[in-house]
């Protein structure tokens, strides 16, 4: 993996992570993240499990919906503009957002934040403290809020985009664990 930026701030930080993504095999590393995540128990003990559908890349978590887990799959609803994220049942009919990725059609059934159980989030990167580098747009920070602690956060995130510190503004929401295809870890000191 490339250098990383000594003591940037979030925007050199996001540069790297875009760099960085380029040499990545989301595909390859998409299944070996799936894998370590069904195997995980922390997965298995959540009723309700909130996912999202991946940017071209971001980790794909798509064939997790396919096994059976005994857990209830929610995903995100993105708003086209201004707004928050919403909270929606699968199993419906899905659109492509403009940004490229699938969501749940307006019509799918609406879920409140405290329905969720465990939270799998994409970012660009993570750090070994739960801090999240996410696009910039504050939707899933936002989220988070709403959400509570009650929900396990987990990053999914390729290892070598894993770092050691990650600049963190005080509306940053932080992560428990970090799933990557080497395994399931807690993070120190916890979210």
Do not use: C
Request: proline share 7%; hydrophobic share 45%; glycine share 10%.
């Amino acid at each position: 993996m490339m250098g990383q930026p000594e003591g940037a701030d979030k925007a050199d930080w996001r540069e790297w992570a875009r760099r960085a993504r380029e040499s990545i095999d989301f595909p390859g590393i998409s299944t070996a993240v799936v894998d370590t995540l069904a195997a995980w128990p922390g997965l298995r003990a959540a009723r309700t499990v909130l996912t999202y559908f991946p940017l071209v890349d971001e980790v794909n978590l798509a064939p997790l919906l396919e096994l059976d887990l005994g857990v209830e799959f929610l995903t995100t609803r993105t708003p086209d503009r201004d707004g928050t994220l919403t909270i929606h049942e699968l199993g419906g009919p899905l659109e492509v957002h403009r940004f490229g990725f699938l969501q749940p059609h307006a019509s799918a059934p609406e879920r409140a934040p405290d329905d969720i159980d465990l939270i799998l989030l994409p970012g660009l990167a993570f750090d070994l403290w739960g801090v999240r580098l996410g696009r910039g747009a504050g939707y899933y920070d936002e989220l988070l809020s709403r959400v509570g602690r009650r929900a396990v956060r987990v990053g999914v995130i390729p290892a070598g985009l894993v770092v050691d510190r990650l600049p963190r503004d005080d509306h940053d929401q932080k992560v428990s664990f970090l799933g990557t295809e080497e395994g399931v870890i807690a993070v120190a000191g916890g979210a």
